[in-house]
């Protein structure tokens, strides 16, 4: 896909190879870091691609909403706020929430990395109901460390222990 560097003000190539970099991690404090970085535009181009443009006079993206049909664009990517909205279906959230809403690439490589993947809920429903009382801490750990990403983004995990 074609991005305009805003360095040389040319135009390149740019893949982003978020799974591998936000699956890179070690601890729960290096996933909460990892989180804390996560970028709403890096996550928009990872989906949409080509859908979604640089406005020439903002530094927000924009583009025709991956979640309604519609003719004129209305769904914006902000990097200042790292938040995206629609004001036509009034779809809005950060980083994390809009992976998990167009594909559960990196939501899901996160939770598999972590170990977690069957105790994570899906986004619809918001309740993580574990098979288990007996987890351990660092899964505990790794669990907060998302509802706590998910809660800053305006999202509500809800889980129960």
Same mark, same amino acid.
């Not at 040319?10 to 970099?21: A, F, G, N, V, W």
């Given at each position: 896909?074609?991005?305009?560097?805003? +360095?040389?003000? %040319?135009?390149?190539?740019?893949? $982003?190879?978020?799974?591998?970099?936000?699956?890179? +991690?070690?601890? $729960?404090?290096?996933?909460? +870091?990892?989180?804390?970085?996560?970028?709403?535009?890096?996550?928009?181009?990872?989906?949409?691609?080509?859908? #979604? %443009?640089?406005?020439? #006079?903002?530094? /927000?993206?924009?583009?025709?909403? $991956? +979640?309604? &049909?519609? &003719?004129?664009?209305? *769904? *914006?990517?902000? $990097?200042?706020?790292?938040?995206?909205?629609?004001?036509?279906?009034?779809?809005?959230?950060?980083?994390?929430?809009?992976?998990? %809403? =167009?594909?559960?690439? #990196?939501?899901?490589? #996160?939770?598999?990395?972590?170990?977690?993947?069957? !105790? !994570?809920?899906?986004?619809?429903?918001?309740?993580?109901?574990?098979?288990?009382?007996? =987890?351990?801490?660092?899964? /505990?750990?790794?669990?907060?460390?998302?509802?706590?990403?998910?809660?800053?983004?305006?999202?509500?995990?809800?889980? *129960? *222990?």
């Amino acid at each position: 896909m074609k991005q305009l560097d805003l +360095f040389t003000g %040319k135009e390149s190539d740019y893949k $982003p190879d978020l799974i591998h970099h936000y699956s890179n +991690f070690e601890t $729960p404090q290096d996933l909460e +870091f990892l989180l804390v970085r996560l970028n709403v535009v890096e996550v928009g181009l990872l989906y949409l691609g080509d859908k #979604i %443009k640089k406005r020439p #006079i903002s530094v /927000n993206y924009q583009g025709l909403c $991956p +979640f309604h &049909k519609e &003719k004129t664009p209305s *769904f *914006f990517c902000k $990097p200042h706020q790292n938040r995206y909205v629609c004001y036509g279906c009034g779809e809005k959230g950060g980083p994390l929430s809009l992976d998990y %809403k =167009l594909g559960d690439r #990196i939501y899901s490589s #996160i939770a598999q990395k972590a170990g977690i993947d069957n !105790l !994570l809920p899906s986004l619809s429903g918001l309740h993580l109901l574990p098979a288990s009382q007996d =987890l351990s801490e660092t899964k /505990n750990e790794y669990i907060t460390v998302i509802a706590e990403a998910l809660e800053k983004e305006g999202e509500k995990l809800n889980y *129960f *222990f």
